[in-house]
């Protein structure tokens, strides 16, 4: 599994627009976060936690989109699976790189928190949780683009699929639902959605029940990646 | 070591090969021909795992490429039609990749052999299709596999690069078992020891190289004609 990792992660470092979206990244969401500071005058990380999943909406699938779709469409995956190396070994590969390449996205916005310690007491450990919960929601979005991008070769249909599904599901928590949807429809949604799962990792809380969603959320969408990849004829 | 029975492969309502069966022994050399839409892509797919088939059984080396697909894959090498490579790496880093999957080491030896030490550290994007293509088959070669399968390896090629990968192939495939495709006869006539003639998916000749200058190319005419006016 290394050679592939180290393939994956040369070919997202090496790549412009790789580098470029992530450090983009790192520049949107430091800004919002000091918007929120010096604009509104809040000296809290909430508001920038509350709109970092509908940045990392739109910045996991473009990054991650290329992943499988990229080998499919270059014929490449031909090659790599007539090597020695499972489905299983692929998807996963392509998985923690993917997973490797978010944690450094999100530590480029580290500066804002850290330099916020300078200025007022941060609370460590709700700031430390949001960014774990913040990482589980991009690994979600990770094996979510993955899937589609084993399902297609188009990047564009991959990215616009994956966006649209947690586009889609984030839905589910917000309050414009309440007022189309009968209450009963609305109890089964909510537990679906990321955003229900990461007001408590804001609050400082680690809860298994949130954690046990992400976690199963992303092994569930992996294992659909590696059926898509096996159901090649 | 290939024993292929009624094999079929069929993409929705098109049958792409029908009931074909043929066998392979250590040494072979087989030249895979047929017209375009034959089925030779189909079966090479189908003999490395990488399709189903739909009917019939393939054993590559006592294992079922279909369900087998990891034994399968640790004893060929395999270059596609096309020869898919990553253009953004370069010969050094393609060649330790396929290596690093293989579980061994990119070999000097044979990547001087193949004429790749002055281009081993550049872009393969950068490379001509003569040397893109001998980088395939130093990737398939890579681990000394005892079966390669080789997709049209000199098509696109001028040809004193057709001369050189076919010299390649006759050079590097000692004691291996080798399944080719081509379009060019003549090239079958140099390299093969066994021919298969494949039309609209079915098997019309196995059996050894006729002996003589330009008998590959009456043969193929003479089995495609047969097949289409029987």
Known sequence: MKPLIKKELGAIFNSPAGVGVIVLFGVVASFLAVKDIFVVGSGSLRPFFALLPWVLMVVVPALSMRALSEERQSHTLEVLLSLPVSEEAIVIAKFLSLAATSAIALVLTSAVPVGLAFLIKLPL?????????????SLTAVSVTLFFSACFANQILVFLSAAFLLFFTMGFSLDLLSSFLPRSVQDILYPLSPLAHLPLFQKGVLDAGDCIYFAATIVLFLWYAVLSLKRRT | ??????????????????GVSFKAKKGDIVAFLGVNGA??????????????PTAGHILVNGYNPAKD??????SLGYMPEN?????DMTVAEYLGFIAGIKKTTPDSTLIGEIGLDSYYHSPISFLSRGYRQRVGLAAALTGNPSLLILDEPTTGLDPVEQDVIRSLIKRLAKNKTVFFSTHILSEAEELATRIIILS??????????????????????????QHLNP
């Open chain 2, 83 to 87: 020869n898919p490579l990553y253009p």
């Open chain 2, 69 to 74: 697909r990891l034994p399968v894959a640790r």
């Open chain 1, 125 to 137: 450990a709700e700031t430390l949780l949001s960014y774990a919960g913040m990482y589980l929601f």
């Open chain 2, 200 to 225: 609209q998916g079915k098997l019309v000749y196995d059996g050894p190289k006729p002996k003589g200058r330009g008998s590959v190319s009456a043969l193929f005419k003479k089995s495609i004609k």
């Open chain 2, 1 to 18: 070591m290939i024993e292929v029975s009624g094999l079929s492969k069929s993409f929705g309502t098109k049958a792409a090969l029908s």
């Open chain 2, 39 to 52: 089925g030779k892509t189909t079966t090479m797919r189908l003999l490395v795992g990488y399709l189903s």
